[in-house]
């Protein structure tokens, strides 16, 4: 049978904030945050060509009243003319019940309290060079999708089953960051180096037998280290009006616990044919996740003459390990890295803006994803990769207008 979602959202919020500022060097702020989510999931159960009788039917019918409550302070002091200090205190409670409405026994709720803050520092060493640090502590709770499929027992074919499955830990974070910002003249740049320790990560467990069922559940760590860096040239000597902009980044996240990833399904396959069977992926300290590249790259050169502007950019986008692959294995080789060119052209004309955009200029054939899997339509039913193709060229030709 084929299977349907529906999903209504209805969401509303409001902020009420202080700010005083005793001079010009402290800033304080001080307010909370209220917000209201409803959320309704319909699962429908349709038929197809290869079960054309089944009736067409309701098979989930749950919803939520998720509300949020948040009070936050925030304080910046200009301690002399070089240095600056910033800090920020924050406490949110989420509220996410569970509203079976087709079985009210498997109803359940979910309340998460959590207390997290920032503290950095930034000065200027030199004329138009700053230095910057900082740590900074943060916070998400696990959303209904995943709170309901958690059960190892019950795995959900993702993601349509859902249920009062048992509880899932939020997500917390401890950052650290430092790095140096200049500005001199047409050139401006930026670096940045931060490390990730993050607690309790929800991560999608995959039967490797079959893709589509699964369930959430926490890793006891992961790590995300990271350098970026960023350079602007504004109006070129030798062509007015034109600036150039790059970017490179390096990226690890990995695993930094040892888990099983599939352990649930590994007795179902005891007596499956070993050749026909996918290894639950293995997770030791130091896998790298898949589908993070470990670099991406741009660069943009801008133009812009009275009402027309114009930008060509390069996106690069490095190997990736295949999802299913979190072991590191490689057995069955990496995603390959990518570069595309896209061009936009734009021109103002009173009130509206006229724009065409190119995308991927060059119509390279690329893939932005990746898995290994059974081939289940092949006649052994043998492992291999199985990759998403990506967009070719395409075009979008359109107007923008600014009501004042």
Not at 292 to 321: D, K, M, N, W
Request: aromatic share 10%.
């Amino acid at each position: 049978a084929d299977v349907m979602g529906l999903t209504g959202i209805a969401s509303a919020g409001s902020t009420l904030q202080v700010r005083y500022e005793p001079n010009p060097d402290v800033r304080i702020a001080a307010g909370v945050e209220v917000a209201r989510n409803d959320v309704d999931i319909e699962i429908l159960e349709l038929p197809n060509r290869a079960f054309p009788d089944i009736e067409r039917g309701t098979t989930e019918l749950a919803g939520t009243n998720e509300n949020d409550l948040g009070f936050y302070t925030d304080l910046f002091w200009r301690a002399d003319q070089r240095t600056a200090l910033h800090s920020s205190l924050r406490f949110d409670h989420i509220d996410i019940p569970f509203r079976d409405f087709l079985d009210p026994e498997h109803s359940g709720d979910n309340q998460f309290n959590q207390i997290t803050g920032a503290l950095g520092v930034s000065r200027e060493t030199l004329p138009g060079v700053r230095l910057f640090g900082g740590y900074a502590r943060g916070f998400r709770a696990p959303v209904i999708l995943e709170i309901t499929c958690a059960d190892p027992e019950d795995p959900c074919p993702l993601p349509f089953e859902l249920g009062a499955d048992p509880p899932l830990k939020p997500v917390t974070t401890d950052s650290w960051q430092a790095g140096f910002r200049t500005e001199r003249g047409r050139i401006s740049t930026n670096v940045t180096a931060y490390w990730s320790e993050v607690h309790n990560d929800l991560f999608s467990v995959v039967d490797p037998e079959q893709p589509t069922r699964g369930f959430f559940r926490n890793l006891e760590g992961t790590r995300r280290v990271g350098l970026e860096g960023s350079m602007t040239i504004k109006s070129i000597p030798v062509m007015p009006g034109a600036s150039i902009q790059g970017s490179i980044a390096w990226t690890r996240a990995t695993f930094e616990t040892h888990a099983t990833l599939a352990a649930p399904f590994l007795e179902e396959e005891e007596e499956e044919d070993p050749d026909q069977i996918l290894p639950a992926p293995v997770v030791e300290p130091g896998d790298r996740f898949p589908m993070i590249p470990a670099f991406t790259a741009g660069l943009a050169i801008s133009y812009e003459r009275g009402e027309y502007q114009s930008e060509l950019s390069l996106h690069y986008v490095g190997e990736r390990f295949l999802v299913g692959d979190e072991g590191n294995n490689g057995n069955f080789g990496k995603l390959a890295g990518y570069t595309l060119l896209n061009l936009d052209i734009s021109r103002a004309v009173g009130a509206a803006t006229l724009y065409a955009e190119v995308k991927n200029l060059l119509d390279q054939s690329y893939n932005p994803f990746g898995l290994i899997s059974p081939n289940v339509r092949g006649p052994s039913e043998d492992i291999e990769r199985f990759v998403t193709p990506g967009l070719p060229r395409r075009m979008l030709i359109g107007a923008r207008f600014r009501l004042h």
